[in-house]
Structures are given as C-alpha cells and as structure tokens.
C-alpha cells in the first residue's frame, strides 16, 4: 500500500496493455491509460479526478497551474479543484460531502487501457462512489462509469452530476430532443440572481446575444458562442449527447442516456449543464436522474468521453452542424 500526505493512497496493480503509471501534476502514482493516440491520466489523491485527457498530447482539461500536488486534509481550508470533476447532487440540497469530493480514493489497473478508483465512505451522504475507467482501442473514446453504492441504514436520494473542466475560449453545442418537447420556451434556463431578500433565481425565458438557436437536418440546436451574460446554462434535452468545440481544433463530446419517464432532481430537472464563467474554464455536466438507493443498493451512470479533431469556426461564423453531427452520430469502432 502506497502512502502519501501520511493518508494511505492507492494500491497500483501491476502492469497491462495500455496501462502504467506516472507521477503527473505533483502526484505520484497516476494511473495512464492510453493508445497510439490518446493518454488519460487518472488522479486519486484528490476527489478521484481526470487529470488529462488529451488527444495527439493536447490535454482537452482545465488544470490550475497553483493546484499541482494539492492534497485535502481534514479542518483545513477547501480549493475549488480543477481537471475531470464528477460528484452527485443535486446541487442546492445535498449535505457537503468533502470526503467524495476532495479527499484520498484508492485506484487500481483493472485490465487493459481499463482502471477503478474508490472513495472511501462518506458518512455526510451516505454513499460510496466508484468510477470506472475504459480507454478504446483504436480512438479516443473513453468510456466511464460512476457508481454509487448506499452505505447507510437509510434510503438514499442522490444523482449522478459530471463536473468535467475543459478549456476556455470554446463553443458549445447542445442538441434538442424533438420529443419529448423541451419545458422552455428558449430550449434553456439560465440561472443567476435574484437580488436581496430572493437570492437565486432561474429565468426560463433568457435573451442572451452570445447564445442562438439554430436548425440543421430537421433538429433544434443551441449555440454558445461565448461567455454569457450569467455563467450556468441548464438544458432538459433527451438527445443524449453535447459538444464542447475547443479552439485548437478539437471537439470534446460527450454522450450518455437521458430518460423522460425518470425523475430529475435538480432545481430546474434539467438533464445537462454548461457552466461558461468569464476566465479559465468551460465546466460539462450531465446529470442523470434521480436513485433511490436502500442500504447496500448500487445505481450506475455513463458517460462515453470522445476527442475529435474538429475545424474552430473563425471569428463571424457559425460551426458546421451538420458535420458535427454526423461525426457524433456515427457508429463506434
């Protein structure tokens, strides 16, 4: 058993295709996945986190350059940690759970281009989360699994809630489902505030120049061009996909299932979100629905990350939708 910071960390199993490990970032001990064309670089000193994912060596990640070998210790003061984020919400009821979120999982080489990392035991929630990891062959693809085990004597209510941090500057594309038809007028809500005596509210019929609608193939897309007037975008798509374009030329998707017939527990049961604040970082969430776990039950949520090189729109132009959705659409391998 490896130790560091005085906690004991991971346990690394030993070598397979497409896996080893590294010291990255001022960690030691990361878990690399990787093919001819992709490296991830798996991170469980803190909170369990991506901390690349990069395509031909561009890490598509946000990754603070004063968090390098940041470590949480328990009466300490918190940091707002950057890279691949997951959690479990929702967002506005769930008790702060510093154990899942910034604390010390185990990780481990499972197979090939595969990993685990595990949380410890979170008292605060009640649960347990274990990511697994799954890097393709051949492409980019990657393929993770969040699984929330309840380690209570009570029923547990939580969600699955990405957090990915991807590089600032980009454009992001979310599809709209044609059916069911979306609850907002605009395909969106935007939160923000509400001022005194209110505090935060969600407008569910935004005017925002830097976001537009658009149609292409017979579906609805929305367009974020840049930063908009409020950070945080929420989205009740069913299309089951969205794509973050970055502007060295790559689009970051990301796809997963959406169910109309399960609850979303969100304030606003929104099934994806797109925080676009002015600096740094572009933060991709999907979020899934609502499970109600009894002691020792377990519930799943998957995401399948992909890297494509894709063209950046010059400045007054739109993206190619059409281009963008046929290479999301297209079949896997």
Not at 8 to 16: H, M, P, T
Not at 39 to 60: I, M, P, S
Request: charged share 25%.
């Amino acid at each position: 058993m490896a130790r560091a910071g005085g906690r004991d960390q991971a346990e690394i199993a030993g070598g397979a295709e497409g896996a080893r490990t590294i010291d990255y970032y001022g960690y030691s001990d990361c878990i690399v996945l990787e093919n001819a064309t992709t490296r991830v670089v798996l991170g469980h000193h803190a909170g369990g986190r991506v901390l690349e994912y990069a395509l031909h060596g561009e890490n598509a990640l946000y990754l603070a350059p004063d968090q390098a070998g940041w470590e949480y210790r328990e009466g300490e003061p918190a940091i707002h940690i950057s890279g691949g984020r997951c959690d479990i919400g929702p967002e506005h009821v769930i008790p702060r759970h510093p154990t899942l979120w910034l604390g010390a999982w185990t990780a481990e080489i499972t197979g090939t281009r595969r990993a685990r990392m595990v949380s410890q035991d979170d008292p605060a929630t009640g649960t347990r989360l274990t990511r697994e990891f799954e890097l393709d062959a051949a492409t980019s693809r990657l393929r993770f699994t969040q699984t929330q085990t309840n380690v209570s004597s009570g029923i547990t209510e939580w969600c699955h809630w990405s957090r990915t941090f991807a590089r600032h500057g980009g454009i992001g594309v979310v599809p709209l489902s044609e059916r069911p038809v979306s609850r907002f007028p605009k395909g969106y809500v935007m939160y923000g505030s509400a001022g005194p005596g209110i505090g935060h509210a969600i407008g569910f019929r935004p005017e925002d120049p830097q976001i537009t609608r658009r149609s292409e193939g017979g579906r609805d897309f929305l367009v974020i061009r840049g930063v908009p007037q409020q950070a945080k975008l929420g989205f009740d798509s069913y299309a089951g996909w969205f794509a973050y374009l970055e502007p060295h030329g790559v689009a970051f998707v990301k796809r997963f299932t959406s169910d109309p017939d399960r609850v979303y527990n969100e304030v606003a049961a929104i099934t994806s979100c797109i925080y676009y604040p002015k600096e740094r970082f572009v933060e991709l969430e999907p979020i899934g629905p609502r499970e109600t776990l009894a002691p020792g039950e377990s519930a799943s949520f998957t995401e399948e990350w992909e890297l494509a090189l894709f063209p950046f729109p010059p400045a007054g132009e739109e993206p190619n939708l059409a281009a963008l959705t046929a290479l999301v659409e297209r079949p896997a391998g």
